[in-house]
């Protein structure tokens, strides 16, 4: 019961649970009140007085009339009112000047005097009532009882407050009142180790109003999946008053973010590196669904889509795909894949479903093209229509939230928020056209040498088919790939970067537009590679000499498109906003220049390894950031080895011949080989040295060399990570 029980001795147990002072305040109204207002008269008052003074447990027992305790009410408000908004404070004071307490009354912790179902009590209640408890003690409780879920409001853990043994359980399920309370399943266990976990807690201000910031601007774009007003105003009246947000979205949201969050925020909160951060905050945000936290299924697709983002290790059980898998399989048994205009929801609920569900889609491809597994939607399986700008949130953050800082232009600007909803309506689109490349291009195969038995690693893999006689079906997919980029509207077109793109919080806009055509030139490689390029060593194209020729242009003409907008991406110092789908799109076209460097023409090999050294140095900023990046590193150090590849030499013998063999000209990055090896930090550190320096002596004109005997590691990995 929360009821004050000071009369059972200082301090109360509520002012105890919440680590609070405890005021035995004084009424201003005379003393003689407080017998008047007994109904049991001296001889009880005496016996209660002194049941009081045995039942303190001090050495030297509080004297409830004690005027060295007397304090004005507004005192008693400043110490025990949490810090809030002055509205709190001014309706606290109210409350407490109309309390009509007679004689010595305790004042209470705030929270509990703010709630609808708190009832104050007198002193000459509680007396009376201590001195008839002495032969009924269970007047003590209240009659009627009070209602724990009124009482508690925003943090209702009353479902399991009866159960408490241990005071600090009760601090461990306080959750801030814009947080919508612990759901009643959770066990005491779960709690303790929840909160032992830091899965309870959330980050100082600082730190989450930055993370939510760098979510506004680098993740909100291109996986519109919240409603972002409403989970802003949420968080900044931080009273619930504006409706409550999930612990668990709010998690994979500052997850998200610590990707693009300047590194300084993450280094005073703590956290060595942005990876560190990132894998803190991903396992917080793993340990809540591990424990069925969130039961709404629409919040857990949108977290799980967040989720997608977290790569560690290659061949992971519970990779990218996985989650992605999850948040698909949840999405349908709500019907998110339906044409919610079929519904009778609420229009705004229609828009929110829309867009989420096309998430879904777009993520679902982009994980393919990256990790070459199938897709696991089928695009004769919904119905969605396709997003338009009316679908999205088009306007300005109220002007009351100061939640985001000034410089956070998005969130205030109508145009920048057209152009992004535009550039995100044509990566739909494109996505539409990645699946049809993938049909018609590539089938689910086992990896050559794998045992089928094999059930320790993933072995079904996207690869080109072996039958190449689907010349007209690639001739059609070309074709639509070349409409929709003769399509794009204004807003979508690319344009050369300049130092203008990137003022007035405007390289959100720059990184979104040049990501969006770097995964069209990306498809249009993965289009044509098969065409030119064997699987293996000892496969002979099919395709006619013609064919594969204009092919190799397309392959080529893409490399070099990506090499271009990457390096405007790294000159501007933007190439850090990328998400993992920039190892995606950057390290096919690096495979492709290590190709070009065997070309008879002494111009396209400079070009080839001009353009693999800009796209290197991007690739250097990424492992900052992603995992994946370190694993790609260790992809080309093993490439170069095997095909004794010197970036500084002007015609490297044998490049194609041993690059056929290690990449497979697959849609991501290469077949699995024999024998493979995880990489080790070490290695990982050591491909990175290795390649630096060859860039290095390169600048310097001095000579280096990567040749000896072919490594031991995987030139050939599943990157998990490089999706999307």
């Known amino acids: 019961k929360v009821r004050c029980d000071v009369v059972e001795g200082a301090p109360c147990g509520n002012c105890r649970w919440d680590n609070v002072e405890c005021i035995v305040q004084e009424s201003r109204r005379r003393k003689k009140n407080i017998f008047a207002a007994s109904s049991i008269g001296g001889t009880a008052l005496a016996t209660s007085a002194e049941a009081l003074r045995a039942k303190t447990p001090s050495a030297n027992p509080i004297n409830i009339t004690s005027a060295d305790l007397r304090r004005p009410s507004e005192e008693a408000i400043t110490i025990s009112t949490p810090v809030g908004n002055g509205n709190d404070a001014r309706s606290a004071g109210t409350l407490l000047d109309h309390t009509p307490l007679d004689g010595h009354g305790h004042v209470p912790h705030l929270i509990y005097q703010q709630r609808p179902g708190f009832r104050p009590e007198n002193s000459a209640e509680l007396l009376s009532k201590l001195g008839d408890s002495i032969n009924n003690p269970r007047l003590l409780c209240p009659d009627p009882p009070l209602n724990p879920n009124n009482l508690f409001g925003d943090i209702r853990t009353a479902q399991f407050l009866s159960s ?148 560690e290790t290659p061949d992971d059980q519970k990779d990218t795909w996985h989650w992605m898998g999850v948040a698909i399989s949840l999405a349908h048994t709500i019907g998110l894949h339906r044409n919610p205009g079929n519904t009778n929801m609420a229009p705004r609920k229609q828009k929110l479903w829309k867009r989420i569900w096309w998430s879904c889609f777009m993520r679902d491809r982009l994980v393919a093209l990256g990790m070459r597994r199938p897709t696991r939607i089928k695009d004769e399986d919904f119905d969605v229509p396709m997003l338009v700008e009316s679908d999205f949130e088009l306007e300005a953050l109220s002007d009351e939230n100061q939640l985001l800082s000034a410089d956070c232009a998005l969130v205030r600007d109508l145009g920048m928020q057209r152009e992004l909803a535009e550039l995100c309506i044509q990566k739909a689109k494109l996505c539409v056209l990645i699946s049809r490349m993938l049909k018609a291009q590539y089938s689910v195969l086992i990896r050559d040498a794998t045992k089928p038995e094999n059930t320790t690693n993933s072995t079904m893999m996207l690869f080109p088919n072996k039958t190449l006689d689907n010349l007209d079906s690639v001739n059609v997919v070309d074709a639509e790939l070349t409409g929709w980029l003769e399509a794009l509207p204004a807003a979508a077109q690319y344009r050369p970067l300049t130092p203008l793109d990137i003022q007035q919080g405007r390289s959100t806009v720059a990184v979104q537009r040049s990501l969006l055509h770097m995964v069209y030139y990306t498809t249009v490689s993965a289009l044509h590679r098969p065409q030119f390029l064997p699987a293996s060593p000892f496969q002979i194209p099919t395709a006619s000499r013609q064919v594969q020729e204009m092919s190799r242009l397309r392959v080529r003409e893409s490399a070099a498109r990506i090499t271009h907008m990457a390096s405007e991406l790294h000159h501007l110092r933007l190439e850090r906003f990328l998400p993992t789908t920039g190892v995606t799109v950057i390290l096919p076209a690096m495979i492709i220049h290590l190709l070009e460097m065997k070309n008879p023409v002494m111009e396209v090999r400079a070009t080839a390894t001009k353009g693999f050294r800009q796209l290197l140095r991007v690739m250097e900023k990424l492992r900052d950031i992603y995992s994946a990046a370190d694993f790609a590193t260790v992809f080309l150090d093993a490439a170069l080895r095997k095909a004794a590849i010197d970036l500084n030499q002007p015609n490297p013998l044998g490049a194609a011949e041993a690059l056929s063999a290690v990449m497979a000209n697959g849609v991501g990055l290469g077949r699995q080989q024999r024998q493979q090896q995880q990489p080790t930090q070490q290695q990982q550190q050591q491909s990175k040295r290795q390649l630096f320096q060859q860039r290095q002596n390169h600048h310097y004109g001095q000579k280096a060399s990567l040749r000896g005997k072919p490594a031991t590691i995987a030139p050939a990995l599943n990157l998990a990570g490089a999706a999307a």
């Open 164 to 311: 408490l043994e241990e005071p600090d359980l009760f601090l461990y399920s306080q959750l801030p009142a814009f947080v919508k309370p612990l759901p009643g399943r959770l066990t005491s266990d779960d709690i303790k180790y929840l909160h032992a976990k830091g899965a309870l807690s959330l980050p100082e201000l600082g730190l989450q109003n930055a993370l939510l910031q760098a979510y506004v601007e680098f993740v909100h774009p291109y996986m519109p999946l919240i409603e972002l007003h409403d989970f802003l105003n949420a968080i900044h009246s931080r009273d619930g008053l504006c409706g409550q947000i999930s612990l668990f979205l709010y998690h994979a949201v500052m997850f998200a973010a610590t990707a693009f969050v300047d590194i300084r925020h993450l280094q005073e909160a703590g956290y060595p590196t942005r990876k560190a951060a990132r894998k803190f905050y991903f396992a917080k945000t793993r340990l809540l669904y591990d424990f069925d936290y969130e039961s709404d299924r629409l919040v857990l697709v949108q977290a799980l889509l967040l989720m997608t983002y977290w790569y």
